[in-house]
């Protein structure tokens, strides 16, 4: 009987796991689609107002789709070797801070050259984008040491766990928030008074981005929480953690 719930589960979960993909990549398409359309497409520092375009796109990228995944990479590749996924785990991790680096520096480069320059970090929605940048920051420090820097202590691991866990989940709500009111931002800067209550396509289109914001995380959320798809431990787990092959 157990043996068919997990196979029901497991099912259940490949289900939300695809919906979960599909809605990411449906949201980075889109956002690439919005910008060379409604905003004029991408440039580098020598158009600093179009240069600022990366920073949507970078930021959706790193901080919602590629931060989600890692969370999920433990339970979309189960049968995987724990030691395999805390590499890789690092690894989407470092790529998407990569990306929230470049990003940033979009930001920040559209605003200094400005001519005159444009006050950095006053809004609430960067406030949000640098705690979200902080602790992930954090985390990525705080989880390197403890799981991959060799000699961490075994007991600190496991009190580390719950608060990596924890905060890694709060990190990514607050990621979410961050991109949704700056999504908002850019739609009220980019479009001309009144323009976004008469919902004009560049309107739509970033309705549908805040909503699939919105699906991609809760799936992340509950795909990473439900206890019924937690990751079951495999033999080679066994031999990492002990150095013996049973």
Same mark, same amino acid.
């Given at each position: 009987m157990d043996d068919v719930e997990d196979s029901v589960s497991l099912s259940n979960f490949k289900v939300?796991?695809?919906?979960?993909?599909?809605s990411g990549i449906t949201l980075i398409v889109l956002m690439a689609s919005w910008i060379a359309i409604h905003l004029g497409g991408f440039a580098g520092t020598s158009n600093p107002a179009i240069?600022? *375009? +990366?920073?949507?796109?970078?930021?959706?990228?790193?901080?919602?789709?590629?931060?989600? *995944?890692?969370?999920l990479i433990y339970r979309g590749l189960r049968h995987t070797r724990k030691k395999t996924l805390k590499y890789t785990h690092a690894s989407?991790?470092?790529?998407?801070?990569?990306l929230v680096l470049l990003g940033g520096k979009a930001s920040f480069d559209s605003? *200094?050259?400005?001519?005159?320059?444009?006050? /950095?970090?006053?809004?609430?929605?960067? +406030?949000?984008?640098?705690?979200?940048?902080?602790?992930?920051?954090c985390q990525y420090v705080?989880?390197?040491?403890?799981y991959l820097y060799p000699g961490?202590?075994? /007991?600190?691991?496991?009190?580390?766990?719950?608060?990596?866990?924890y905060f890694g989940l709060f990190g990514f709500v607050l990621s979410i928030a961050s991109c949704l009111t700056g999504l908002t931002e850019?739609?009220?800067?980019?479009?001309? /008074?009144?323009?976004y209550s008469a919902l004009p396509t560049s309107g739509v289109m970033v309705n549908f981005m805040g909503i699939l914001m919105v699906?991609?995380?809760?799936?992340?959320?509950y795909l990473s929480t439900e206890p019924k798809y937690k990751r079951r431990p495999i033999p080679e787990d066994a031999v990492l953690l002990t150095g013996v092959n049973e």
């Open positions: 939300l796991y695809l919906i979960t993909q599909l240069e600022f *375009n +990366w920073h949507p796109l970078l930021m959706t990228i790193g901080l919602v789709f590629l931060y989600g *995944n890692a969370i989407i991790h470092m790529g998407a801070f990569i605003h *200094n050259l400005h001519e005159p320059p444009i006050p /950095n970090l006053y809004s609430l929605h960067s +406030w949000l984008g640098a705690a979200a940048i902080f602790m992930f920051l705080g989880g390197f040491v403890a961490a202590k075994e /007991n600190f691991k496991i009190a580390l766990m719950p608060f990596h866990i850019k739609a009220f800067f980019s479009m001309p /008074n009144g323009a699906v991609f995380g809760a799936l992340v959320m």
